[in-house]
């Protein structure tokens, strides 16, 4: 009997590189993991050198392969997951980038995107194509602000001589050996240049932000063939077959397939995604509309509505580091289950204004309800269900653009190990909410689509069917108190606004 062949899940992280291996019944069974340098060159400004992620990643993959004595032949194929947006412009001939990576959370192009999307003219126009809102967060301004402002950039990207990429299009270009130079549709749909529509790189988009056409990657479904590693020191033919944005990644590993079915992320701050099929809903409360990764078998484009919690974890964080009354996170769960309730207590936690659907930058938060009796545990508590009421804002908004209620909650993330918040969850939301005991979905996700293009996983049922069983947290509360409790948050949210 031939002995089992892997998938290799590539996970490019903000903070790490990591190669994942994972098995037929969808197990991980090893990962490598290379933290790499942050560079912040002024306040706002973050960087990263396209080197350091190439050669983390690289190093993660061969030492993964190195530990296990594996060969080109025991990998059936590579999926690749990334951080998102995150810019790389670089001459194809050198194979050097003209400038460091602008990451995603970089906020020097905030007044250039005001300057060239600030009426509402433009931004319904981009919100109409793109599905996004405006915003530096987006590749489109970084691009440009390579142009502007490196030196000859401009010339030799319109003479079409440079490239851009994303980190995907990047890792893929160098590991085929400059062969290939291409993108998938979840990557593409975060540039802030890509019709999700029409499913092309739009012209009006392109000229908006003078970027010239032969920059850009062809864009290819998520799931299929990429190309095959050609690069001195990676074993040479290893198929790389799935490719996509970290957090439509994640939907895909959590197995949410179908309209309705939805991922919350519990990390330091929490995205939230919800499948809507083959449907680009536009939202009408600041979510944004992107593309979901599909199966190689579904015919057409998906899509998905997306938003973030910008302060969910770090909730926590804050109470161990900032106010020293929880010693580890994992204790707010029996702080929180050792009262009845908060006492009355709401934590809004908008340390950098309130995000979606309340879209207040300019907020601040706020602790309220407090009285001689308010203990720490209280207010453990009140910091883990205000957790759970952003998501529930966030999913009620969700459910409204949509059009579609929501049908289930996959959940995962640190704090997602957090068994009062995720009951509390639950009995705010009213349906089902499931926690895989295999929690690393973002490099599943990859995996699956490496492997479903191969035809390694036979399609979405096999995939279905490899889930182990979940923790699964059910509705217990009625649903007078939790309408009681919901107009409680509200009230303290607005008092805040
Ligand atoms: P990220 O990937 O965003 O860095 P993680 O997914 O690793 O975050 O989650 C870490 C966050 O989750 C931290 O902010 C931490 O405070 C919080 N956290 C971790 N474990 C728990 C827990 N058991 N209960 C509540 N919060 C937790």
């Given at each position: 009997m031939a002995s089992e062949k892997y998938v290799i899940a590539?996970?490019?992280?903000?903070?790490s590189s990591r190669a994942v291996l994972i098995n037929r019944a969808g197990r991980m069974v090893d990962c490598v993991q290379r933290p790499f340098q942050q560079i912040f060159p002024k306040s706002g400004w973050v960087e990263h050198n396209p080197q350091d992620i190439l050669y983390s990643q690289l190093g993660s993959l061969t030492e993964l392969l190195a530990k296990r004595g594996l060969t080109a032949e025991d990998i059936d194929s590579i999926g690749i997951d990334n951080q998102r947006e995150t810019t790389i412009v670089w001459d194809p001939t050198?194979?050097?980038?003209?400038?460091?990576?602008?990451?995603?959370?970089c906020r020097r192009t905030a007044d250039l995107v005001e300057q060239l999307c600030g009426t509402s003219e433009a931004r319904q126009l981009i919100q109409e194509k793109t599905g996004l809102l405006p915003d530096a967060y987006f590749s489109a301004s970084k691009i440009r602000w390579i142009l502007d402002n490196v030196p000859s950039a401009r010339e030799r990207a319109e003479?079409?001589?440079?490239?851009?990429?994303?980190?995907?299009?990047?890792?893929?270009?160098v590991l085929t050996g400059g062969l290939v130079h291409a993108t998938d549709v979840t990557n593409a749909s975060r540039t802030m240049l890509y019709n999700i529509h029409e499913n092309c790189w739009d012209k009006e988009l392109l000229n908006l932000f003078g970027i010239p056409a032969s920059m850009m990657p062809e864009v290819r479904r998520s799931s299929g063939p990429f190309g095959e590693t050609s690069y001195p020191g990676v074993p040479a033919g290893i198929p790389i077959t799935g490719v996509a944005g970290d957090q439509q990644a994640a939907l895909f590993g959590q197995c949410c397939f179908e309209a309705g079915q939805a991922k919350n992320t519990y990390g330091t701050g929490c995205f939230m995604l919800m499948h809507t099929g083959h449907e680009a809903r536009l939202s009408n409360s600041n979510l944004v509309t992107t593309i979901a990764a599909s199966a190689p078998q579904v015919e057409g484009t998906e899509y998905a509505l997306e938003g973030s919690v910008f302060v969910a974890g770090a909730l926590?964080?804050?109470?161990?580091?900032?106010?020293?009354?929880?010693q580890n996170a994992a204790d707010t769960e029996w702080m929180a289950k050792s009262v009845e309730d908060t006492g009355g207590v709401y934590i809004v936690p908008a340390f950098t204004g309130l995000g979606a659907p309340w879209w207040k930058p300019d907020a601040r938060g706020a602790i309220l309800g407090i009285t001689r009796g308010t203990t720490r545990n209280h207010i453990a508590r009140a910091a883990l269900e205000a957790l759970a009421y952003q998501i529930y804002d966030l999913a009620d908004a969700m459910a409204k653009d949509a059009g579609h209620p929501l049908g289930v909650l996959?959940?995962?993330?640190?704090?997602?190990?957090?068994s009062f918040l995720m009951q509390f969850q639950a009995d705010l939301l009213g349906c089902e909410l499931r926690r895989p005991q295999n929690t690393e979905t973002t490099s599943l996700g990859a995996a699956f689509l490496a492997g479903l293009a191969t035809g390694y996983w036979s399609g979405t049922d096999e995939l279905k069917a490899l889930r182990e069983t979940d923790d699964v947290f059910r509705c217990q509360m009625d649903p007078e108190r939790v309408g009681k409790l919901v107009a409680g948050w509200h009230d303290a949210v607005h008092r805040v606004m």
């Open positions: 590539l996970d490019q992280g903000t903070t050198t194979g050097q980038p003209v400038y460091n990576a602008i990451v995603w959370q003479a079409g001589e440079l490239l851009f990429g994303t980190v995907d299009t990047w890792l893929v270009w926590i964080q804050w109470l161990r580091d900032q106010l020293g009354i929880v996959n959940v995962d993330g640190g704090a997602s190990a957090n």
